[in-house]
């Protein structure tokens, strides 16, 4: 079984530069999340979404976030315009139906913004 | 404040030295406790859900359980391909609210042949 696929795996990318994130979640599942993990912070929810609609955006750190999830196959995580303390690895993960704690995650995308 | 705390931050175990990692939390309303697994590089791996106090679950050589303020992973005789680091995450109730999980800071466990 094919698992959580993110691309690209690192991006290096400039101050102010719009930077987009990609996942495809495993097949069946009607949960995907996005986390940011730093050594700082750990591990933190950005947002997620059910049934491909979003339900909590709480953990967006402010405007220049914007995630969206078009289809059960697909969903995107936008930077805009990027900063360096927007550096960090990035995850997708995703949940099978009524075991929506239960998570997979992919292998994550680390950003750095210089 | 909801809070998931993990010690120590960082083990060092002999091949076949049993020892245990700790996770205490401070929630309003527990729904569920889970640890994953984390490699160097890679997404965390989910390995196990706990429910209620008192409740234990085992993998190989790992066990956690639970009470009612804490979890212990329990690594019994480790191999080097257990070096990794453990994370606790905690699903806590708000009210109406699902709520969503709190994750610890990892406990990373190096284990030496």
């Known amino acids: 079984d094919a698992g959580v696929i993110q691309s690209p795996r690192h991006e290096v990318t400039e101050m102010g530069q719009e930077v987009t994130l990609r996942c495809k979640p495993i097949?069946?599942?009607?949960?995907l999340f996005w986390y940011r993990q730093t050594m700082m912070r750990g591990l933190e929810l950005l947002i997620y979404?059910?049934?491909?609609?979003?339900?909590?955006d709480s953990g967006m750190p402010e405007d220049r976030f914007s995630a969206k999830m078009p289809n059960a196959s697909f969903s995107t995580l936008k930077i805009q315009p990027s900063e360096p303390r927007d550096s960090a690895v990035y995850f997708c993960?995703?949940?099978?139906?009524?075991?929506?704690?239960?998570?997979?995650f992919g292998p994550g995308t680390r950003l750095t913004v210089t | 404040e909801d809070q998931v705390t993990q010690s120590p931050e960082a083990l060092r175990l002999q091949e076949g030295e049993s020892s245990s990692l700790n996770c205490s939390y401070t929630?309003?309303?527990?729904?569920?406790l889970f640890w994953y697994r984390q490699d160097p590089g890679k997404g965390p791996e989910f390995l196990f859900t706990?429910?209620?106090a008192g409740e234990e679950k085992e993998k190989e050589r790992l066990k956690a359980t639970l009470t009612k303020k804490e979890s212990f992973l329990h690594i019994t005789a480790p191999k080097p391909e257990d070096s990794a680091t453990y994370l606790c995450?905690?699903?806590?109730?708000?009210?109406?609210?699902?709520?969503?999980?709190?994750f610890g800071k990892g406990t990373k466990l190096s284990v030496k042949p």
């Open positions: 993960a995703s949940s099978p139906p009524n075991y929506h704690y239960e998570q997979y």
């Open positions: 097949s069946g599942h009607n949960s």
């Open positions: 979404f059910n049934n491909n609609v979003p339900i909590d």
């Open positions: 929630v309003s309303g527990l729904r569920g």
């Open positions: 706990l429910y209620s």
């Open positions: 995450a905690v699903h806590a109730f708000y009210g109406g609210s699902q709520g969503n999980l709190i």
